[in-house]
């Protein structure tokens, strides 16, 4: 079974721009999540979508958000970068259910400049 | 408020010497314990988890207790390895396990 993928693996974008990353979940998985994973703040959760739906929301601004497409993939888009959006960005996917365990991916490291 | 602390940040032990990491959790409600290692540039992947239902599992040289009461669970690493060397996350779940709260990772470094 493939893993969680996530594109693109770099991203390098200035202030004020928006950036749009991807995640395919792994096969049959429902659910994805999204982290943003920086030195300082460490793996902080943003959304998670069900079934095209967000059903839980971490403390970041309205200019992140997301979506999911009836086949599960993910899309996460940050409007007018700020410096502090540079990190790490990892996707998770699980089948959904209570309990289930979480399966990152690879990540997109996002640079803001 | 939803909160994981983690202690100790970095812990450098001899290999072949047992390793402990130990977290605490904010939430009452929280019932779903998971654990991943994350190596220099490479995803978090999971390693063992634990539900509120149990006090301890195993997995070979890894085992995590659990103490409900207290609101802290931990992490055993036995006869340590250098390929034991990474980065360690606790995490507790929140609105249920899809919504994950970290602590803030613990540098688990082997000496041969």
């Known amino acids: 079974k493939a893993g969680v993928t996530q594109t693109p693996r770099y991203l390098i974008k200035t202030r004020g721009q928006q950036v749009t990353l991807s995640c395919s979940p792994i096969s049959g998985h429902r659910s994805v999540s999204w982290y943003q994973q920086t030195p300082g703040q460490g793996l902080q959760f943003l959304f998670e979508y069900f079934s095209e739906t967000q059903r839980n929301k971490g403390n970041f601004p309205g200019r992140f958000s997301g979506r999911q497409f009836s086949n599960s993939r993910s899309e996460m888009n940050v409007s007018t970068l700020e410096l502090g959006d540079s990190a790490l960005y990892l996707c998770?996917?699980?089948?959904?259910?209570?309990?289930?365990?979480?399966?990152f991916g690879n990540g997109t490291r996002l640079t803001v400049t | 408020g939803e909160n994981v602390e983690q202690h100790p940040s970095t812990l450098s032990v001899q290999e072949g010497d047992s390793a402990v990491i130990k977290c605490t959790y904010s939430?009452?409600?929280?019932?779903?314990f998971p654990w991943y290692k994350q190596e220099l540039g490479k995803r978090p992947q999971l390693i063992i988890d634990i539900r509120s239902n149990v006090g301890e599992k195993k997995d070979q040289r890894i085992a995590v207790t659990l103490n409900k009461t207290a609101k802290h669970f931990s992490l055993h690493i036995t006869e340590t390895q250098p390929e034991d060397s990474a980065v360690y996350f606790c995490a507790a779940s929140f609105q249920g396990a899809q919504k994950l709260v970290f602590g803030q990772g613990t540098r688990l470094t082997i000496n041969p």
């Open positions: 939430d009452s409600a929280s019932n779903y």
């Open positions: 998770a996917s699980s089948n959904g259910q209570s309990n289930s365990p979480l399966h």
